[in-house]
């Protein structure tokens, strides 16, 4: 199989990582943090409800925080590779090497590197850590996935691929800035498209394996209590939150699922990790 991963596939591991800014404690509180994650992302949403009434404060203090935030970028230190081993992971045989594992790394790094430093919850030193486990443990998992989709043989309609690919493309302004990025990420087109079928056969297995979902009118109600005590009336009203509400509880769940069938799948696995940190231990071999 490729072993560049789609573009795509870099974003999605990077919402798989958010909470790495605010907790340190690697993978194993992956529940945890995709309940900080959904109030966070409810915080966010129910912020751009009252965006429209803000306004023209709005505008001139983005100015301002835009400013800041540039200033601060360029005052972070750069991502330090200096550590990272040539073969990041061994799956099943398989490796997940340095240079998939980079451009990942990068791209977390640059996202929450000044959120961390605003915060100072964590060193940048820390924080380089914890994104290079957790981006490592993303992979794994994602190699997990792909191992595991292709050994089901799923069907993939080109049409489908065409449309994943077509979809790619609509992220970019024109077709040069779009083969500029395959150019830097070092794919052909021939590639992009074992990727995208790569993709669309984990989340045929996936769909096997995660059931529908149900959100109740409490888990409703408990979270929008929860962004209610942080923001007050500016949260907005519940009926106006619910349906962003119950997607985000649904897509949690679902997420949960997901990562229950993951480590079911690294109990069978043969796994190394050489980004592991010492407390860890260099080697997370499952047999």
Same mark, same amino acid.
């Given at each position: ?13 990077? *919402? ?67 550590? *990272? ?87 970019? /302004?024109?077709? /040069? ?11 052909? /087109? ?22 529908? *979902? ?5 888990? *409703? ?56 940190? /010492? ?9």
């Amino acid at each position: 199989m490729s072993k560049k991963w789609i573009l795509s596939t870099g974003l999605a591991l990077s *919402v798989a990582i958010i909470g790495a800014c605010s907790n340190g404690d690697g993978g194993e509180n992956s529940s945890d943090n995709n309940n900080e994650n959904e109030e966070q992302q409810s915080e966010e949403n129910s912020n751009n409800n009252n965006e429209n009434n803000q306004q023209e404060n709005s505008d001139e203090g983005s100015s301002d925080e835009q400013a800041s935030g540039e200033e601060q970028a360029e005052d972070l230190p750069e991502p330090d590779l200096s550590d *990272v081993p040539d073969t990041v992971a061994t799956v099943n045989g398989e490796e997940i090497t340095k240079e998939e594992f980079e451009p990942i790394f990068t791209t977390n790094y640059e996202q929450y590197a000044a959120q961390a430093a605003a915060s100072g919850d964590q060193s940048n030193e820390e924080l380089q850590t914890d994104l290079k486990e957790r981006t490592a443990e993303s992979l794994i998992d994602q190699e997990l996935l792909a191992q595991e989709a292709e050994a089901g043989d799923y069907e993939v309609n080109e049409e489908d691929i065409d449309e994943q690919i077509s979809s790619l493309k609509e992220q970019f /302004e024109s077709d /040069e800035e779009y083969q500029q990025a395959l150019e830097e990420q070092g794919y052909t /087109e021939e590639e992009l498209r074992e990727e995208a079928r790569t993709s669309l056969q984990i989340n045929a297995l996936l769909d096997e394996q995660v059931e529908e *979902v149900e959100v109740s009118d409490e888990e *409703v109600e408990e979270l929008y209590d929860q962004i209610s005590q942080g923001q007050g009336e500016e949260a907005g009203s519940l009926e106006d939150l619910r349906p962003q509400l119950e997607q985000q509880l649904e897509s949690q769940k679902q997420q949960e699922q997901q990562q229950e069938y993951t480590d079911q799948l690294r109990e069978d696995a043969d796994i190394e990790n050489n980004v592991a940190s /010492e407390s860890e231990g260099n080697s997370d071999s499952e047999e």
